[in-house]
């Protein structure tokens, strides 16, 4: 997965609680980005960056927020999880999103929302 | 009207068949056009890439390009059970983002 970490893996938490998902990369690529994975949507991007501390929204950015101190790691954290936000979500990286642009995804992290 | 419709499948083909992926799109600004392998609990892996119309092979895939008709399709020759995955086509925006499709869930039985 082109050393890309994602943490954790699965989880199952609450309704109204916070949850922070990690993503790690050892590429040292400037662009980094989180979809989530849904049936019948695909993947759709929530948040991206194109540098440390730079941030932009995707198309379902609602609820969500980010933080990127680091290169390496860019954190998505939901301040108040719902049932509408059980998803797979993925990291992606990309060295320079030029051309075609391609993205190398992380495996996944499963999160339930109950 | 969706930005990018691709039929989700599931696709169930004999090993060895000729497998047809198909996406249809409305937006004239996207520039390349990709597609993306996903095996079951993994994370996406870009397949395939082209830029213009007409088709680009690599082994036993080919890509296949129709501005006018803003249709791209993906064949697989002697579709192989390891081909079974999802299939996802990508489209990259004007803003260096990336749309994609659903994707076709494809299963190739021995």
């Known amino acids: 997965d082109a050393g890309i970490t994602q943490s954790p893996r699965h989880k199952v938490t609450e309704t109204g609680t916070p949850v922070t998902l990690r993503c790690h990369q050892t590429e040292n690529h400037r662009y980094m980005y989180w979809y989530r994975q849904d049936p019948g949507h695909g993947l759709r991007l929530i948040h991206y960056?194109?540098?440390?501390?730079?941030?932009d929204k995707g198309e379902v950015s609602d609820g969500y927020s980010v933080s990127r101190s680091k290169t390496e790691d860019f954190l998505l954290t939901l301040e108040s999880a719902t049932s509408s936000q059980t998803s797979v979500y993925f990291c992606a990286i990309s060295e320079v999103p030029g051309s075609y642009n391609e993205q190398f995804f992380g495996p996944g992290t499963r999160l339930t929302v109950l | 009207q969706k930005e990018v419709e691709q039929d989700p499948g599931p696709l169930s083909v004999p090993e060895g068949a000729i497998v047809s992926l198909n996406c249809t799109y409305s937006?004239?600004?996207?520039?390349?056009f990709m597609w993306y392998r996903q095996y079951s609990r993994k994370g996406p892996e870009l397949l395939m890439y082209t830029y213009s119309s007409g088709n680009k092979e690599d082994g036993r895939f080919t890509a296949q390009v129709d501005k006018s008709s803003k249709y791209i399709s993906l064949f697989i020759r002697d579709s192989q059970p390891s081909d079974s995955a999802t299939y996802l086509c990508a489209f990259v925006t004007g803003f260096q983002k990336l749309v994609f499709g659903t994707g076709t869930r494809l299963l190739v039985s021995p």
């Open positions: 937006n004239s600004a996207f520039q390349y």
């Open positions: 960056s194109y540098g440390v501390k730079d941030t």
